[in-house]
């Protein structure tokens, strides 16, 4: 059983188009994160929700609107697709939002590859 | 603010050569520090990880001293396989950035039979 599984694993879309990337996790954790490895492999958080509450939002633009309808569940909407939104998606929960330490894990799933023509 | 620097790639080796990777990092406090891997066309996942100074983090024969002294988590594996090429990320967690994991840019490991 996958604990955080993602789909679609690939996308191919054209510049203009809206599409959604979803994400679910069985863990029972109550915090799930978006992260974003742009074409040279640098990783760097999107957004955080924290029992359905967004927490983080690292200066995304707004065509991108994270949803989460349960806390099982972030779901990841791009409006208006543009060729620099090509990049891999992670998804990612932690049983809370302190990640310092020794008892707080994050676990990333698969990823989404997103290919903008 | 809190980061995480690790030597340039591509890095290529020979099979059974010894590997090193270094990793750095800037944080107040003491920060949790971890390699992540990903193999190609997959996801990441955690390899090992360390939360204190001097602990040594072990996972598939790579191990990681965190080196408070010298701010240091260099990866390391005395034997390398060609089914250990992918991506390795070193990251940390700290006190001030708790929230979310800064990632070092990533390094790219080959190796060559």
């Known amino acids: 059983d996958t604990a955080v599984s993602q789909t679609p694993k690939y996308l191919v879309t054209q510049m203009g188009n809206d599409k959604s990337i979803k994400c679910e996790q069985n863990?029972?954790?109550?915090?799930m994160y978006w992260y974003k490895q742009d074409s040279k492999k640098f990783l760097k958080i999107m957004f955080s929700?924290?029992?359905?509450?967004?927490?983080i939002n690292e200066t995304v633009p707004n065509r991108f609107s994270p949803k989460s309808p349960d806390k099982a569940h972030l779901n990841l909407h791009i409006n208006s697709l543009e060729l620099g939104d090509s990049a891999v998606y992670f998804c990612?929960?932690?049983?809370?939002?302190?990640?310092?330490?020794?008892?707080?894990?994050?676990?990333f799933g698969e990823g989404s590859w997103l290919t903008v023509v | 603010g809190d980061s995480v620097t690790q030597m340039e790639g591509p890095v290529t080796l020979s099979e059974e050569a010894f590997l090193t990777i270094n990793c750095t990092y800037t944080?107040?406090?003491?920060?949790?520090l971890f390699w992540y891997v990903q193999y190609p066309g997959e996801g990441l996942q955690l390899l090992l990880k360390?939360?204190?100074?001097?602990d040594k983090g072990s996972n598939k024969g790579f191990e990681a001293t965190y080196r408070k002294e010298t701010t240091s988590f260099h990866l390391e594996k005395g034997s390398v396989q060609v089914s250990d090429s992918a991506v390795y990320f070193c990251?940390?967690?700290?006190?001030?950035?708790?929230?979310?994991?800064?990632f070092g840019p990533g390094t790219s490991l080959s190796v060559i039979p």
């Open positions: 990612a929960s932690s049983q809370g939002m302190e990640l310092w330490g020794p008892r707080n894990t994050i676990y």
């Open positions: 944080a107040t406090g003491y920060p949790s």
């Open positions: 360390a939360t204190k100074a001097d």
């Open positions: 929700y924290n029992n359905k509450e967004l927490i």
């Open positions: 990251a940390l967690t700290s006190k001030t950035s708790y929230d979310k994991v800064i």
């Open positions: 863990l029972g954790h109550d915090t």
